[in-house]
């Protein structure tokens, strides 16, 4: 059972534009939400994180939202650069003991 | 910076086989973790350790033991190794009560 998913394995973009990546988590009880990012060969690294007490978190280009009536979260990468192309993954925190990630999203930044 | 080392990038070993993956942190944090991640599933946890001689089940603990004997170091065993552990294992570490997981470069095991 997936807690927390991101249904777009692959997103194309171009350099310069707007990327959209979304999750979306079934546990009301989700209280805080991270961004990673892991290139091919590296183990992910955190991005981006987000409190359920907030809608919005900004650092740089990139910007994560947060919906908690539609249990949905998405990040806004702007503008996109090919040092971005790499897989992308969503996690919550269940309680105070086990991150639970989506599937991952691959993102790829053409020039 | 936050170093987690994984003993080995690449295994390759035969089914049956009794498998050690070793992780390393520099950080002295309390917390260890390992996950396998597959195509389409993401990260998934397998165990986890808040402390020395301390263990707890993740999402996908069969097939899988764990020891940490040192707060450093986490080693992940599996007893017999079978194909459908094939697998990206990645180890990650954090401080006590923090949000944010340090995570090693992966190994990469094939069990044939």
């Known amino acids: 059972d997936q807690q927390v998913k991101q249904n777009s394995p692959s997103l194309s973009v171009q350099e310069g534009r707007i990327s959209i990546l979304n999750c979306d988590y079934t546990?009301?009880?989700?209280?805080?939400f991270l961004w990673y990012k892991k290139y091919p060969a590296e183990g992910p690294t955190f991005l981006i994180s987000?409190?359920?007490?907030?809608d919005k978190n900004e650092d740089g280009r990139f910007t994560v939202f947060l919906n908690k009536s539609a249990k949905h979260l998405s990040l806004h990468i702007v503008p996109s650069q090919p040092g971005d192309s790499a897989v992308y993954f969503c996690a919550a925190w269940e309680g105070a003991q086990k991150l639970v990630f989506g599937q991952g999203t691959r993102l790829t930044i053409n020039p | 910076d936050v170093k987690v080392t994984q003993s080995s990038r690449y295994l390759v070993k035969r089914t049956g086989e009794k498998v050690f993956l070793e992780c390393v942190q520099d950080m002295d944090h309390e917390n260890m973790f390992w996950y396998r991640q597959d195509p389409g599933l993401g990260l998934r946890l397998i165990y986890f350790s808040y402390d020395v001689k301390m263990k707890e089940k993740g999402d996908i603990p069969e097939g899988y033991s764990v020891s940490r004997e040192k707060k450093e170091r986490f080693s992940l065993i599996l007893e017999s190794a079978s194909t459908n552990q094939t697998s990206m294992y990645l180890c990650?570490?954090?401080?006590?009560?923090?949000?944010?997981?340090?995570f090693g470069a992966g190994t990469r095991l094939s069990v044939l």
């Open positions: 987000i409190s359920s007490i907030k």
């Open positions: 990650a570490s954090s401080p006590a009560g923090a949000d944010i997981q340090y």
């Open positions: 546990n009301s009880m989700f209280d805080y």
